[in-house]
């Protein structure tokens, strides 16, 4: 099969597309060719090697994460699934940038029927991850006030609509451009963070979802009401600020499951819930893909705010 491979860690021009052997599906787990997989940031870190510490890469190793594809082989002690399905789902350990995977049924799902292949999957990451940060880390609840760092992004935007949905009142902060996008999803205040400081804009919070990081983060702490919530999905969190403040800071891991990605299926198919899909490369141009979600020069910038999702037709 074709997949893309990294031999040793490095910048996007490390990655090969190349031909290597089609995996093999244990009794428990199902084979599933892969129509579409989505580009992320975590995986380009993984691959530089800055955080060899925490997730060492048993190299060489293909990336990708977000993938939707129809099921081809199901081992013999999987139920549930068949040859033929339509699904979509997430590999943490990587492996979805290739024609096949092979992967427990548990993290994946029957893909949104109202999706193609290409939209479905940009969704599973970014959907899941706000799914689980509103709700299991930040604890929202009707009439509660939620602050959103970077809520354009491809996590934000799906992080907006759970909350609005939730009944809370919701604050954005991005670039201007989108401010139209986000408060279609949901959101009731936007603050361009590039003409003025979310401090002089918001009072205390309930909650504040942290896609930024940095100084973003250090600046968050004191915004929160006692007993509330900060939750971070690009850094660690300063537990001597936690402590200073007496708020719970969370720095939260996306645990893929098939009950979460079906909840999601279903709010989509219900037209409940609106993807967030950016631009699409042919998986043979991951290279150009990978620059393109960085703003490198040696490829265009994103034109949309959402997932970038690679072709495999």
Not at 1 to 28: C, N, R, W
Not at 66 to 94: C, K
Not at 268 to 296: H, P
Request: no cysteine; net charge negative.
């Amino acid at each position: 099969m074709k997949a893309i491979v990294l031999p040793d860690y490095g910048p996007a021009e490390s990655l090969h597309f190349q031909e290597i052997t089609t995996p093999t599906s244990a009794s428990t787990d199902v084979l599933v060719r892969i129509l579409a997989s989505g580009v992320n940031k975590l995986d380009i870190l993984k691959a530089s090697g800055a955080m060899q510490a925490v997730f060492p890469l048993p190299l060489p190793w293909i990336p990708g994460i977000d993938f939707a594809g129809i099921i081809e082989a199901v081992g013999s002690q999987v139920q549930g699934f068949n040859v033929g399905d339509e699904v979509y789902g997430a590999s943490l350990f990587g492996g979805a940038n290739a024609e096949y995977i092979s992967i427990n049924p548990q993290f994946i799902a029957v893909k949104p029927r109202s999706l193609s292949f290409i939209e479905a999957a940009s969704v599973p990451v970014a959907a899941e991850t706000a799914f689980q940060v509103i709700f299991q880390d930040a604890h929202l609840k009707s009439g509660q006030t939620i602050l959103i760092h970077g809520g354009a992004g491809a996590v934000g935007s799906y992080a907006i609509q759970f909350a609005h949905q939730a009944g809370a009142k919701v604050i954005v902060t991005a670039e201007a451009d989108p401010e139209d996008y986000v408060k279609s999803l949901g959101a009731d205040t936007f603050i361009d963070y590039k003409s003025e400081s979310f401090e002089s804009v918001t009072n205390q919070v309930d909650a504040v979802i942290d896609l930024v990081g940095g100084e973003v983060q250090q600046r968050s702490y004191g915004l929160i009401k006692a007993g509330g919530y900060l939750v971070s999905t690009t850094q660690p969190v300063s537990s001597d600020l936690a402590a200073k403040f007496n708020i719970h800071a969370t720095f939260a891991q996306l645990q893929p499951s098939h009950d979460g990605l079906s909840k999601i299926a279903n709010l989509i198919n219900e037209g409940k819930l609106r993807i967030n899909m950016g631009d699409v490369f042919s998986l043979a141009k991951t290279v150009d893909a990978w620059n393109a979600l960085l703003g490198k020069s040696t490829a265009s910038a994103p034109k949309k705010n959402g997932r970038i999702v690679l072709n495999h037709d």
